[in-house]
């Protein structure tokens, strides 16, 4: 490409096309004319703006938290009811998983996918990990200061769980358990939260 | 190979090296070559024992559901207190994930890795998945019955919902988190017992 010229494609439209495919075929299932493809870009173009295929993923995971796990986090820090936006997440994971279209969560699958000798990969997804726990944490928090959860709870301990069990209905939504199935797992959920 | 000929190698201790190497790397991650060599078998050997690469894997799965799967069934199912058995599994679940060497479960592994055009394997899944929640509704059941837990619960919801904690401790074990957040969730988990 002469010095200089623009590029001719859409950064982030590329990256969301990576992160489809990624999503649906793991790190070593996305193949790179998959990639190339979904991107709508050429290979050399890939290369020059987004590094190897392991830059490509790493960059498409932070466009995976940058907007489907943005909407968790935004809905948990909504002004109002912290309890009542803890149990919207819920409601919308549930409602997700139940589908018979569930894809699943990006961030499950790639901790399953996780490769062995990989710990900055590791270390990446323990982050993103961590700041969804985090938004459940400051949530809960301020359920528990505004009066609406009791005292004694562990807040830091039910957030965990509660990220966990985001990893879990993943799972059985992406398998296609159903309604019933799903649906008891957050009734039980549920109940953590009084 | 002539007819006849018995067949040199022990079956259950290639599939036990199969299902090693599915286990870590998933169906995409496992190539052909790791397989031969794990399984100390040839090519051609392979091939004729254990039909093609998906072959392979789901007979992999069925030995993962038969032996390491088996010692939590085992477990649910044996004589004494069931809510102490329950626990007793919940205890083994901490072990291994709060453990440096965690590998994670095969059988989420298995989910998050779903192929999504082929519905046999989801159907196979569900089948295993169905298994252990069996297992824990079982032992739910019994311990209603002896008066170990409430007969408000339900028994089915509680079960998926300890199957599904299982998932989520096996992504968040395999991740590295730690002891402290494995034991935030084990702690909140068994607060659904009483």
């Given at each position: 490409?002469?010095?200089?010229?623009?590029?001719?494609?859409?950064?982030?439209?590329?990256?969301?096309?990576?992160?489809?495919?990624?999503?649906?075929?793991?790190?070593?299932?996305?193949?790179?004319?998959?990639?190339?493809?979904?991107?709508?870009?050429?290979?050399?173009?890939?290369?020059?703006?987004?590094?190897?295929?392991?830059?490509?993923?790493?960059?498409?995971?932070?466009?995976?938290?940058?907007?489907?796990?943005?909407?968790?986090?935004?809905?948990?820090?909504?002004?109002?009811?912290?309890?009542?936006?803890?149990?919207?997440?819920?409601?919308?994971?549930?409602q997700e998983s139940a589908s018979t279209k569930?894809?699943?969560?990006?961030l499950s699958k790639s901790l399953a996918d996780?490769?062995?000798?990989?710990?900055?990969?590791?270390?990446?997804?323990?982050?993103?990990?961590?700041?969804?726990?985090?938004?459940?944490?400051?949530?809960?928090?301020?359920?528990?200061?505004?009066?609406?959860?009791?005292?004694?709870?562990?807040?830091?301990?039910?957030?965990?769980?509660?990220?966990?069990?985001?990893?879990?209905?993943?799972?059985?939504?992406?398998?296609?358990?159903?309604?019933?199935?799903?649906?008891?797992?957050?009734?039980?959920?549920?109940?953590?939260?009084?």
């Open positions: 490409m002469p010095a200089g010229r623009p590029k001719q494609f859409d950064q982030t439209e590329a990256l969301a096309g990576a992160m489809g495919v990624f999503w649906d075929h793991g790190f070593d299932g996305a193949s790179m004319s998959d990639l190339v493809e979904a991107m709508g870009i050429g290979r050399q173009s890939l290369y020059d703006t987004f590094g190897d295929k392991r830059g490509l993923y790493l960059q498409a995971l932070d466009h995976y938290m940058g907007t489907t796990m943005r909407c968790v986090l935004d809905r948990l820090a909504n002004p109002g009811s912290a309890l009542e936006n803890v149990r919207a997440v819920l409601k919308m994971w549930e569930c894809r699943g969560c990006m996780l490769p062995r000798d990989d710990p900055e990969v590791a270390q990446i997804l323990r982050r993103h990990l961590g700041r969804v726990q985090k938004g459940f944490k400051d949530a809960l928090d301020r359920a528990q200061a505004d009066g609406e959860i009791s005292t004694k709870t562990s807040t830091r301990a039910l957030a965990w769980t509660l990220t966990s069990t985001g990893q879990g209905l993943s799972l059985l939504g992406n398998l296609g358990v159903g309604k019933l199935t799903i649906n008891d797992i957050i009734k039980s959920t549920e109940r953590l939260l009084v």
